[in-house]
């Protein structure tokens, strides 16, 4: 069965205190690991596609790795407005559709 | 474009009572989803559409009906409403789909309680 875990379940930072946020895997062959922000109501947010070990993506302070295992996020001197859960989902190779990790929910405090 | 909107953004249903959430979408996309989320949990897929006239279930489709007559538009049907149904449902859609890993872009949500 495929799996998705994130850890930790909820981070606080300060300002400016760089950071890593863990998404674990198991599944039968990986397709895309996706990356999604998700502001208190509202919807995700899409952040990054990775589709193979060893790639990586980066937007603003936000970078996430890829392993065979797992993903990071890496968030390099936060802001405030970094402050959202931040959720993982995988596609597996025969799978028709995501499936999600419970999030991480990031504080940034000023 | 407006992307994925869904309506109504709140509802309380009586245990029983019957509704539609709906859900629109302006970008031509192929493949529309809907997905409930509880807290502390992953979203979970309640049923999905590879186009218009097109449906299948997800991981948790039971109490739940859909339809998709044109490729904007995919509503959600909740019949006799049960306490467990309370959730927050979100729609989403992407250009295409397996076996190609394209991204899914998410509507605003519906939170809904059932009493």
């Known amino acids: 069965e495929d799996q998705v875990t994130q850890s930790p379940e909820a981070l606080r930072l300060q300002e400016g205190e760089s950071s890593s946020l863990n998404c674990s895997y198991t599944?039968?062959?990986?397709?895309?690991l996706f990356w999604y922000r998700q502001d208190p109501g509202k919807g995700p947010e899409f952040l990054f596609t990775?589709?193979?070990a060893g790639e990586e993506k980066e937007k603003e302070r936000l970078k996430a790795t890829l392993t065979k295992k797992e993903s990071f996020l890496h968030i390099t001197a936060p802001k405030p407005e970094d402050s959202a859960t931040y959720l993982c989902?995988?596609?597996?190779?025969?799978?028709?559709?995501?499936?999600f990790g419970p999030g991480t929910r990031l504080s940034v405090l000023p | 474009n407006a992307g994925v909107t869904q309506t109504p953004k709140f509802r309380i249903l009586k245990i029983g009572q019957s509704m539609t959430l709906q859900c629109a979408q302006d970008?031509?996309?192929?493949?529309m989803y809907w997905y409930r989320q509880d807290p502390g949990m992953g979203l979970k897929l309640i049923y999905y559409?590879?186009?218009?006239?097109?449906?299948d279930k997800g991981e948790v489709p039971n109490g739940y009906n859909v339809s998709r007559s044109t490729t904007e538009d995919f509503p959600l049907r909740l019949e006799l409403a049960a306490p467990s149904q309370t959730s927050v449902y979100f729609c989403?859609?992407?250009?295409?789909?397996?076996?190609?890993?394209?991204?899914?872009?998410f509507g605003p949500g519906t939170r809904l309680t059932v009493t």
């Open positions: 559409s590879v186009g218009a006239g097109i449906t």
């Open positions: 970008m031509n996309h192929n493949y």
């Open positions: 599944v039968s062959g990986l397709r895309g």
């Open positions: 989902a995988v596609q597996a190779n025969y799978g028709q559709n995501f499936v």
């Open positions: 989403a859609s992407s250009l295409a789909g397996p076996p190609v890993p394209y991204e899914q872009y």
């Open positions: 990775l589709y193979s």
